[in-house]
Structure formats: structure tokens, C-alpha cells
């Protein structure tokens, strides 16, 4: 009588475990090689593995560091960004939209570069069988391992940095452009800098 009520426990147990691991294996089979489809895999198994391991949100930055490279004191553009009136436009106001927008630009960036290593280094096959394994199964952790050495591998893991420097000198162009006209309408003398 134990020995059954053993085998129907460890019966389960395997079925639990490792039914939804087989099923995820054999699902998985059915991936496509398309490169569309393949980069919308890699992005997939990316929002899975952030949103089942979130990393701690950086929110401090120097708002005042894109104006002191165009040459300007943070102060040219006052310091109202909040307020009860928070849609009336300010020079402060429209200063921080281009900051968010710079910083946008380089959260896409990072995004671009994460998606492409796990697309680069895993098949079809892995990247829907790592998706469904994180989403479905208890061996989830053991897929996030992979999914993790994949991404550090790159130097790609932090999703607020990029192992390298990422050129924004467009958008950095017109935040400066955007800095000397509110300089010219305060008749202040505008800021040199290289070309």
C-alpha cells in the first residue's frame, strides 16, 4: 500500500515537473526560422525574462549634464519641470521632454542591442523553449540561467547601460539648438562650441 501511494506521489510529482517541461520541448518544435519571426522570439523571451527578474529602476540622472556639454548653466532654462499647471509650456518643461526623448532613444538602444544578442546566439528552437519554460514551468529558474549567460555574455545583462558608448550626437544637437534659441530669447550670449 505505501509502495503504491510512493508511485502515484513520485508519478505526480514528475508529471507536475516535468510534464510542462515536455510539453514546452515539444511545443517548441513548431518555432519558425523566419528573421521576423526570429527577432519577435528573441524579444518575447526578452519582456519574459525582465518581467520574471526585474532589475532596480535607476532614477537619479543629472538633468543639468546635456546643458553644461552645450555649454549652458542648467539655469538658462529655470527649474519649473512640475507643478499645478504641468502642461503649460516652459523652457524648463520643454528642456525636460528633450532629456526624456534623449533618454528614450537610448533605452531603445539598449533594448535593440539585448534583443539582437539573444537572437544571435540562440536557435529557434531555444528561444521558444527558454520563452515557454519561464512562462510555464517550475524549472523556470534554470531557464533563466540560460537566458542570463546569454545576455552577459554581451555585457548585455543591465538593461539601463550599454557595454559601450552609444553615439547620440543628433539628438544631443538639437537639445543644444534648442538651448541657443532659449539663450537668444533671453538675450544671452550663445554658447561656443566645436562644430
Not at 537619479?60 to 546643458?67: E, N
Not at 547601460?161 to 553615439?167: A, E
Amino acid at each position: 500500500m505505501v509502495g503504491k501511494l510512493l508511485i502515484g506521489c513520485g508519478a505526480f510529482l514528475v508529471g507536475v515537473l516535468l510534464g510542462p517541461v515536455l510539453i514546452a520541448a515539444f511545443a517548441s518544435f513548431n518555432a519558425q526560422s523566419d528573421s521576423d519571426d526570429h527577432r519577435a522570439a528573441a524579444h518575447r523571451l526578452l519582456s519574459e525574462f525582465d518581467d520574471r527578474y526585474p532589475q532596480i529602476i535607476q532614477m537619479s540622472f543629472d538633468l543639468g549634464a546635456v546643458a553644461r556639454d552645450c555649454g549652458y548653466d542648467e539655469r538658462l532654462v529655470g527649474g519649473e519641470v512640475f507643478g499645478a499647471n504641468s502642461q503649460r509650456w516652459t523652457p524648463s518643461r520643454g528642456y525636460f521632454d528633450l532629456i526624456l526623448w534623449l533618454e528614450d532613444g537610448f533605452r531603445r538602444e539598449v533594448d535593440r542591442q539585448r534583443v539582437s544578442q539573444l537572437s544571435s546566439h540562440l536557435s529557434d528552437y531555444e528561444l521558444a523553449f527558454l520563452d515557454r519554460c519561464l512562462r510555464q514551468t517550475a524549472l523556470a529558474p534554470l531557464c533563466g540561467h540560460k537566458v542570463r549567460q546569454v545576455l552577459e555574455e554581451g555585457h548585455l545583462l543591465d538593461k539601463f547601460s550599454l557595454p559601450s558608448p552609444f553615439d547620440q550626437t543628433r539628438r544631443t544637437g538639437t537639445i543644444c539648438a534648442f538651448l541657443d534659441g532659449v539663450a537668444a530669447r533671453n538675450k544671452q550670449p550663445l554658447a561656443q562650441r566645436p562644430h
